[in-house]
């Protein structure tokens, strides 16, 4: 993946118009307007003159095509010019006092230097260009997917465009090669379960999405970039299978200290290790708790586990399965707006279709939005994955335990109304540069997760099943094996990469508390393996939550529930740090 914020968020944007919002929301003390006017013009610098073209495949996916004929450098050359820029920048950055500053400009500030903090760390100590085989193969195909995905263009200007990169991707692998020192085992088995799908990815997907291209000179070009990156795609896979596995000694963990500045760097969060495994471990046991109360009343003779085999065997069929989900957006939106939980900004639904190849192995369902310079190629993707078509059907039922209708009603909920999707309409209020392109997990995941309970404590189950108690009990068994699994995220991330935990341990770990089938704890599992804080889902849930209830503690009886999610909003995908000291003005603690 590319290095850049876009690599995992495809923030805000559509073609719809609104009036900007937020531009000057934070009352601004006499005196800091030209403060804040300076440190705009820098964040633009660093913006145009180094982010945007160090991440030109972000660049793309945030609609800015400037830069769409280009490719990362991957090369270690590459790398090192890239964290002197970086140091350069944590220098002018820091050098602005956020004193001068307005309360909402400070926050900006606080997003931008920790963006470039972040990605030295990354850089330095994480080091996924020495470390991961996926981070160049996942990477150049990740790459040409943002050129293909979206219509921004004429196909023959995007297919122009791709040619040029596939003409670097070689340059890639090569540094693939040069770059990567002892991969650990997990990370170079990842790569090879994927490889196979890149390289049917450029086999057939791609050419089929310039299919319509009528430039016959380009179409040769084409032809000829694309047979060589899959050439050096089959020869990457073969030496990593001969040459780098048998080698991978590496340790994918990336330790205590990195943790912690990770965590603060990304999420604003400088909570001691062992105080976040408590807060999260309390959160888990009352979710295990009333997850076994909700089962009880189910079915008093079985145990919590074996109303829980029977939830995960009532999933629809590979094939119904985008239908199905589908169908939940009706009795959501009609939720949402009868009970006043929040504004949609717009009518238009996401479109559901099967998850690209190269995010397959490591992730069931995302949302992906369109970026917020987008003006022309406007779907949002609401993204499933599907068993393989090969797999035996044991292995295939286990991979759709995951998606029993009541977890597919709160996967719905969180990919799509009211959370990511919702939460990417509210973009388009945000008249802020720094906003529409950094942010957080912790908000962006958060939130989603957050809306998951959220719904449900508001009436959702008995308003879809208004006289069918068993139904409306299954809703809420399904939103806590979520939840669940969520907590079994938070522990395993610091526990695998602090050392207390072996990936046969927080597999098990996955099954036994948080509630998985064998298949998604395998899964889940390797993504914590190089996603190591995604604790920022019940984080971030836990974060708003506690903002919610000291929001409604400030106002009393003036509390709305759907001004205070609209207000939320407003705010963009800022770490909940920051959102809290512009909605409370106050430095409170976040937890």
């Not at 719809?16 to 610098?45: C, E, I, M, N, S």
């Not at 008995?462 to 068994?477: A, I, K, T």
Request: glycine share 6%.
């Amino acid at each position: 993946m590319t290095r850049g914020w876009g690599k995992r968020w495809h923030l805000a944007a559509c073609a719809l118009v609104f009036a900007p919002l937020l531009a000057g929301a934070a009352t601004k003390p006499a005196g800091t307007a030209a403060a804040d006017q300076a440190f705009a013009h820098l964040a633009d610098q660093y913006f145009d003159t180094f982010y945007l073209p160090t991440n030109p495949s972000a660049a793309t996916s945030y609609g800015i095509h400037e830069y769409d004929g280009k490719l990362e450098d991957f090369s270690r050359a590459g790398i090192d010019a890239e964290v002197k820029a970086l140091e350069s920048w944590k220098a002018r950055v820091g050098a602005v006092d956020p004193a001068s500053l307005s309360l909402y400009v400070r926050g900006d500030r606080d997003l931008v230097l920790n963006n470039i903090r972040s990605s030295l760390l990354t850089l330095q100590a994480i080091r996924p260009w020495e470390k991961n085989p996926d981070f160049y193969s996942s990477g150049i195909t990740s790459s040409a997917f943002t050129l293909m995905e979206r219509r921004f263009a004429p196909p023959e200007t995007r297919l122009r465009d791709l040619v040029s990169r596939e003409r670097q991707m070689p340059g890639a692998l090569r540094a693939a090669r040069a770059n990567l020192k002892n991969p650990p085992k997990i990370y170079t088995e990842i790569a090879l379960e994927q490889l196979p799908g890149l390289i049917q990815f450029f086999r057939h997907d791609v050419p089929s999405a310039f299919a319509d291209v009528g430039d016959a000179a380009l179409k040769k070009e084409f032809t000829e970039s694309n047979e060589a990156v899959i050439k050096v795609l089959g020869e990457y896979q073969a030496w990593l299978k001969k040459d780098v596995l048998p080698k991978s000694h590496g340790d994918f963990r990336i330790g205590a200290r990195v943790f912690r500045e990770k965590l603060e760097y990304d999420e604003m969060v400088d909570l001691p290790l062992d105080k976040l495994i408590a807060l999260d471990e309390a959160n888990m046991k009352a979710n295990q708790a009333e997850f076994a109360k909700v089962a009880k009343e189910l079915d008093p003779g079985k145990t919590p586990r074996e109303v829980l085999a029977e939830l995960a065997a009532d999933h629809p069929q590979p094939d119904e399965l985008l239908d199905t989900f589908r169908s939940t957006f009706d009795s959501l939106i009609g939720f949402i707006q009868d009970r006043h939980i929040i504004t949609i900004p717009s009518t238009v639904r996401p479109t559901l279709e099967e998850t690209p190849p190269f995010m397959r192995a490591t992730t069931f369902a995302s949302m992906d939005t369109p970026g917020p310079y987008e003006t022309k190629a406007t779907t949002a993707y609401f993204n499933v994955t599907l068993p393989d078509k090969d797999w035996p059907k044991q292995r295939a039922d286990e991979f759709m335990a995951q998606f029993s209708y009541p977890v597919i009603t709160s996967v719905a909920t969180h990919e799509a109304y009211p959370g990511h999707y919702v939460q990417f309409l509210w973009m388009h209020k945000v008249d802020d540069r720094v906003r529409k392109l950094l942010g957080s997990a912790t908000n962006a995941e958060g939130w989603a997760h957050y809306c998951e309970q959220m719904m449900l404590d508001e009436g959702l189950a008995q308003y879809e099943f208004p006289h069918d108690r068993r139904q409306q009990l299954l809703l809420r068994l399904g939103q806590l094996q979520d939840a669940l699994l969520r907590n079994a995220r938070f522990i395993v991330g610091i526990k695998l990469h602090t050392g207390q935990m072996t990936l046969d341990q927080a597999k098990k770990f996955f099954v036994e508390e948080g509630y998985q089938s064998p298949a998604v704890g395998e899964v889940e599992t390797k993504r914590g393996t190089s996603d190591p804080t995604y604790l920022y889902y019940t984080l971030g849930k836990l974060e708003i939550l506690k903002l919610r209830a000291d929001v409604e503690r400030k106002e009393g009886a003036d509390f709305n529930l759907e001004k205070f999610h609209d207000d939320f909003m407003q705010h963009g995908f800022a770490p909940i740090a920051i959102v809290r000291r512009e909605m409370l003005q106050d430095d409170s603690p976040v937890l």
